[in-house]
């Protein structure tokens, strides 16, 4: 009896560690290492304290800074979802420093994705300059489509270009959500979305930096309710619950019946896509964890 509530006990610590550490979810870098009390750390304590504050008084909630000097320069980017308010983005962000420096402790380089928010900082001096998406992640909802899944692909795709779209082209803030109808009777109502990008990208990068991450949508999301795929310079995320806070920007009317289905296209963007885009994978939905942290070279 004893030896069973032994099991019992560390299994239970085996679940509850995979469940605590599937979110928020994080990046490592690999580049380099810094030391306590040292002024690296030091000038990572001063963005801490500075970003947050920086970020609650833009008007896009995004912001960028830099300390120090070489080689103890530290440049890092926040960034809030665009549905988000300034308190929220503030708090979110302060949480951020100290969950990031715990999980990737005394590394130069890292990034912490959080429902409202992103941070990203490097000790590479031309971190800021790049338009790189770096730190890419991708996260899938375990729970899959079961009735009419090529239907559901479909209208899942269409909707989440057309958000990309709209966050590229229609939106100072780039950022766009989406709603699409999947008609009466199938096993989901609806399908939502958001995609966004740092809103110093132009319109074109921004949408050829999300035309990258949905062009590899249907090998890593397809036949499942929902999914998202993270970078430091853009992201987008599709479910089958609403999980926005604010407008719903784009609409989608159902899709015609598939009582006779013709044989499914391709699911991918409507625009050309940029190179390959790596990244890890996980469930967020089950304990199964694949590549909960992975690591890039800005």
């Known amino acids: 009896m004893s030896h069973l509530v032994v099991v019992v006990a560390s299994l239970a610590v ?8 599937a979110y928020p979810w994080h990046l490592c870098g690999t580049a380099a290492n810094f030391t306590a009390n040292t002024t690296y750390q030091a000038n990572l304590g001063l963005l801490a304290a500075a970003l947050p504050k920086n970020i609650s008084s833009s008007r896009h909630l995004f912001a960028t800074a830099v300390v120090g000097a070489a080689p103890d320069q530290v440049s890092a ?25 715990n999980q990737c402790a005394y590394d130069k380089d890292a990034a912490i994705y959080y429902d409202p928010c992103a941070l990203y900082y490097s000790s590479n001096a031309t ?23 090529g239907r559901f692909n479909r209208q899942a795709a269409a909707l989440v270009s057309a958000t990309a779209d709209y966050a590229a082209y229609n939106s100072t803030r780039r950022y766009a959500s989406g709603e699409a109808d999947l008609g009466v009777g199938g096993q989901f109502p ?26 590899k949508m249907s090998r890593r999301f397809t036949g499942s309710v929902g999914g998202r795929s993270l970078g430091v310079r853009c992201s987008y995320r599709y479910e089958t619950y609403s999980f926005l806070d604010g407008p719903v920007m784009v609409r989608l009317a159902a899709p015609p019946s598939s009582a006779a289905p013709a044989p499914a296209p391709a699911v991918g963007p409507t625009v050309p896509t940029p190179g390959a885009v790596a990244g890890g994978e996980s469930s967020y939905y089950s304990i199964l964890i694949f590549h909960l942290v992975a690591s890039w070279h800005p």
């Open 14 to 21: 085996v679940l509850l560690a995979r469940c605590a550490a």
């Open 77 to 101: 980017l926040a960034l809030c979802r665009g549905d988000a308010n300034a308190t929220a983005c503030s708090g979110c962000l302060a949480v951020a420093f100290q969950d990031v420096q």
């Open 127 to 149: 971190s800021l300059a790049s338009m790189d998406n770096v730190g890419r992640t991708n996260r899938v909802n375990n729970q899959n489509v079961t009735s009419d899944p």
């Open 190 to 215: 609806r399908v939502y979305s958001w995609a966004q990008c740092t809103p110093d990208l132009t319109p074109a990068r921004c949408r050829g930096c999300l035309a990258g991450l949905i062009a």
